[in-house]
């Protein structure tokens, strides 16, 4: 059964630091891009960041600009595990952040979300003082 599980998600202040991670089962990672959302209320889903599959020779990395310098995506293949580092955290940076895998590479401008299937339930992330 295919699932992805995030976790790390938590309250903290403006300028600090959180590390989420995306926990995969049920298939195996290295075929798959997997990105991170996020969408806080009222708002429409972002893409936040986007790291490609690696057991080709395509594909990149992406951030939005909204994150880019702050915010850091890597991914540990042997422990089926996709990180996001996210530092000097701000405000706006309040959402439900959630990962979702695709069988696409990331481009330049990231991964639309109809191109991700199997998404994980979230976590929360809020920032404020």
């Known amino acids: 059964q295919v699932q992805l599980v995030e976790s790390g998600g938590g309250l903290v202040q403006p300028g600090g630091s959180l590390r989420l991670s995306c926990a995969a089962s049920g298939f195996t990672l290295d075929r798959y891009t997997i990105g991170w959302f996020r969408q806080a209320p009222g708002k429409e889903r972002e893409g936040v960041a986007c790291?490609?599959?690696?057991?080709?020779?395509?594909?990149?990395?992406y951030y939005a600009d909204s994150v880019k310098g702050r915010f850091t995506i890597s991914r540990d293949n042997a422990y089926d595990t996709v990180y996001l580092q996210m530092n000097s955290l701000k405000p706006e940076d309040t959402a439900v952040y959630s990962c979702?895998?695709?069988?696409?590479?990331?481009?330049?401008?990231?991964?639309?979300?109809?191109?991700?299937?199997?998404w994980g339930q979230g976590t929360q992330v809020t920032v404020s003082s």
């Open positions: 979702a895998r695709s069988l696409y590479y990331c481009s330049n401008s990231g991964l639309p979300p109809a191109d991700y299937t199997s």
């Open positions: 790291s490609s599959r690696t057991d080709g020779s395509g594909g990149s990395i």
